[in-house]
């Protein structure tokens, strides 16, 4: 069967106490951390819902509820593996991806080369295959107080 498949995601993690945050599979220095069951990647979650949300087969906390003491601290990139076996075990794999971040700090910029290494490698596909960018909300709403961080996903799937 030939064709390709969309699918996008988005997710939302409060700060709370810390030394780092973790995006994209990246350890970002910060003065606060995220508030989360797994390690808050809120990156690799977004971007977990946009495979799953083009597979039709529901959403991050369907696969991996927040309610099972397994995924306490978890390394979310064993998410996104897990998501991208799926679609690698229905014949498709990530043509390409693109993600945004949305916070006012930490900065985002100096850490989205390494970012789209990890999350390429991941996913096994080629670095330009992969793209992270990053934008304030200009001081407003949640991120704009600085309470959190959110991520958009999208990503096409196409015939492996
Ligand atoms: N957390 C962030 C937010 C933004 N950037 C970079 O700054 C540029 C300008 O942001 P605006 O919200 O003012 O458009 C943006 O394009 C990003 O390159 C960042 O690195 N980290
Ligand atoms: C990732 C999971 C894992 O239990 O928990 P959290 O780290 O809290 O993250 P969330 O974005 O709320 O997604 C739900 C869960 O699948």
Same mark, same amino acid.
């Given at each position: ?40 990647? &809120?990156?690799? +979650? ?7 949300? =083009?597979? #039709? *087969? /529901? ?48 900065? &985002?910029?100096? +850490? ?7 999350? =390429?490698? #991941? *996913? /096994? ?36």
């Amino acid at each position: 069967m030939n064709g390709i498949r969309i699918g996008q995601g988005f997710d939302v993690h409060a700060f709370g106490d810390g030394d780092h945050v973790m995006l994209g599979g990246v350890r970002v220095p910060h003065d606060r951390g995220l508030l989360a069951h797994s390690d808050g990647d &809120v990156v690799v +979650h977004a971007l977990c819902d946009a495979l799953l949300g =083009a597979l #039709a *087969l /529901g959403d991050i906390g369907r696969h991996f509820p927040p309610s099972d003491p397994q995924w306490k601290g978890a390394d979310s990139l064993a998410f996104l593996h897990h998501c991208d076996g799926l679609a690698r075990a229905r014949g498709w794999r990530v043509g390409n991806a693109d993600v945004t971040v949305v916070c006012e700090r930490p900065r &985002v910029g100096p +850490h989205v080369e390494a970012m789209r290494t990890t999350l =390429a490698a #991941a *996913l /096994g596909i080629a670095l330009d295959a992969v793209s992270v960018k990053a934008t304030t909300t200009e001081a407003l709403g949640f991120t704009g107080r600085g309470e959190g961080i959110a991520a958009q996903a999208i990503c096409l799937l196409v015939r492996a």
